[in-house]
């Protein structure tokens, strides 16, 4: 079993920062693409950035230049440093990472973390 468990989320002023951390525990043999998603009232989830397990990266148009993607494989964490925030940043952001759990698993699965609101406002 696998669980992703993010923590960081919280009120934030215009313009203000805050940074997002996502842990996987559990049964983990390799750990591939790691991500994070955000879903805002009435719309659907969508992409953040993502990173491989070898650091490259990628990011939504809507935050590059004020979101950094980073992970520690030691700690099997994923992170997201949010600066210069926005009211249409405010969401549930979610953590994704492809993880396989076992070295004789055919293919690695998808896991979901639980969600942490984020909430820009003044």
């Known amino acids: 079993q696998v669980q992703l468990v993010e923590s960081g989320g919280g009120l934030v002023q215009p313009g203000g920062s805050l940074r997002l951390s996502c842990a996987a525990s559990g049964s983990i043999f390799s750990i591939y693409d790691m991500g994070w998603y955000r879903q805002a009232p009435g719309k659907q989830r969508e992409l953040v950035a993502t990173?491989?397990?070898?650091?490259?990266?990628n990011y939504a148009d809507s935050v590059k230049g004020r979101f950094t993607i980073s992970r520690d494989n030691a700690k099997n964490t994923v992170y997201l440093q949010l600066n210069s925030l926005k009211p249409e940043d405010t969401a549930v952001y979610y953590c994704?990472?492809?993880?396989?759990?076992?070295?004789?698993?055919?293919?690695?699965?998808?896991?979901w973390g639980q969600g942490t609101q984020v909430t820009v406002s003044s």
């Open positions: 990173i491989t397990s070898g650091t490259s990266t």
């Open positions: 994704n990472a492809l993880i396989r759990s076992a070295w004789w698993d055919n293919k690695p699965n998808d896991y």
